[in-house]
């Protein structure tokens, strides 16, 4: 009994070492404001949230929550419990055992470990999938507070402030830009390429992704080359009505002169289809190949029009401050 005892005891810390190795940065970075302060302006909605049963609201609420006061907090239980009150046993299984992973008290580790393999063993694969709602309003906030953070140079409390508005709302790919700025910052190379690249996949051309571009070429594993070719024939308008089929009226008046069925555009047979031999005639140009006609003035584009101001609409180039870019 002892030897078991003792073996659980040598093999807790290096399960402990283990774990801290996979802690994310954003868990374990110094900030100057305590993480509660950092993320106060989430409880109230969050709360509102929950008790009005509100789960696709409350849920990446309290997302936000956990990712900034850690997997161990009150806040990741009550995100444990909402997943469960919300019938997504499968999620709810695995809020319960990240906060059994996480806490420290054995008493409250069986809890959470119990409840996990309760609702493991009870998952229903044909219920459905809660579609959790984006929060932009809340998410907008955050972005503004991280870039506040960023140009004070505290960079742990910009990589909390848009961590948190990540979860709150994942498809605005301007945190993921800020992200790898603020990664290129710590010093975290692996984190910053990884998310400049998933940048780059949701808005690979425009300003900032120019500059997002820059940065990745410097690093040698930052970008490859990708090289698209096509082996298709290219053949314009013209020349395909000229090989194509004859129209049955062109056949009916005699107009067309023809060769194995298709429109000639060589040397003339002499044979006409009106019944009557005629002398071979030099091959009509195609329309191309005519003197253009000087378009009227008024015939223009607009944006050729001289004396007129903004002739080509301008792109709105993007903004650092916009989640959007």
Not at 208 to 223: C, Q, S, T, Y
Request: charged share 30%; aromatic share 6%.
């Amino acid at each position: 009994m002892d030897g078991r005892i003792a073996g659980r005891a040598a093999a807790e810390p290096a399960r402990c070492a283990d774990c801290a190795k996979s802690v994310p940065l954003y868990q374990t970075v110094a900030t100057r404001r305590s993480r509660a302060q950092l993320s106060d302006f989430l409880v109230a909605p969050a709360q509102r949230a929950a008790k009005a049963r509100d789960w696709p609201r409350a849920i990446p609420l309290y997302q936000a929550l956990v990712v900034a006061r850690g997997p161990g907090s009150p806040e990741a239980r009550q995100l444990a419990t909402l997943w469960t009150l919300a019938g997504q046993n499968e999620r709810a299984a695995e809020a319960w055992s990240e906060l059994a992973a996480a806490a420290a008290d054995p008493s409250e580790h069986g809890a959470a470990a119990a409840e996990a393999a309760r609702l493991s063993s009870t998952s229903d694969p044909f219920a459905d999938k809660l579609v959790l709602a984006e929060q932009t309003a809340e998410a907008r906030r955050g972005f503004a507070l991280g870039r506040a953070a960023f140009t004070a140079r505290h960079y742990g409390d910009a990589l909390v402030y848009f961590h948190m508005g990540y979860a709150l709302a994942p498809d605005l790919p301007g945190f993921l830009r800020e992200l790898g700025a603020t990664y290129d910052k710590l010093g975290a190379e692996r984190e910053k390429r990884e998310f400049y690249r998933r940048y780059l996949v949701q808005r690979p051309v425009g300003g900032n992704a120019d500059a997002v571009r820059a940065e990745l070429i410097k690093d040698r594993e930052g970008l490859g080359t990708l090289e698209i070719s096509s082996s298709l024939p290219c053949t314009d308008r013209r020349s395909r009505q000229l090989q194509g089929p004859v129209l049955q009226s062109q056949v009916r008046d005699g107009a067309v002169r023809v060769r194995d069925g298709r429109a000639g555009q060589g040397r003339d047979d002499g044979v006409s289809l009106g019944g009557r031999r005629e002398s071979p005639r030099a091959p009509v140009r195609p329309h191309r190949d005519r003197e253009p006609q000087v378009a009227r003035y008024h015939d223009r584009p607009r944006h050729h029009i001289p004396g007129r101001r903004g002739r080509r609409p301008r792109r709105r180039p993007q903004a650092q401050d916009d989640p959007q870019g």
